[in-house]
């Protein structure tokens, strides 16, 4: 599978290392003692609908300390991808922390919407990244996951290009950033436990 270096060929924004290791692990003890729920998607106007044919994750709720201190580093981050995609950013939305367990996975989307869809959250978002906590392995090994790629579609002007999915191997502490509208998904995990943070700059 591709690691993260293979995607900076498709304009994709790539920091390896944002978190080091002792920021990733101490941020996934928080996430494996905190209160979750179900991580919802969009249904019409709606945010908050739990579709797990859609979308099957555990959304993490984190102490407000650590909320604000990641929320910092991000907002550190935004000269470099307001450089690198030619834009003008404000912020972030809230930060999603994610889990993914055995089975779960989140199936083909977008993040963005057009100004016609109405709905203010996702026509606002410019650039979504992710970071991952821990790392994806190809054998089950402690801390690892398998499974789980983040696959990005529609990378290549090509006819078959659409329905090819490029699937990125997760690095503990790697933060990849790309266009809402550039479709992806997460691939079943099949062992382990995935550890990420989602948000939007917009």
Known sequence: MPNASFFTRFHLFVVRGFFDAAACAALRAQMQTAAGRAAPVWVGDNPSVVKPTIRKAKLTELPGETVSDTTSRLLALKPQLEQHFGLTLQGCQPLQFLTYRVGDFYRWHTDGANESDGRAVLTARRVSTVIFLNSEAEEPHEGAYCGGSLAFHELMNHPRGGSLGFPLIGEEGLLIAFP???????????????????????
């Open 180 to 202: 809402p509208s550039l479709p992806h998904e997460v691939t079943p995990v099949t062992h382990g436990e995935r550890y990420t943070i989602a948000t939007w700059y917009f």
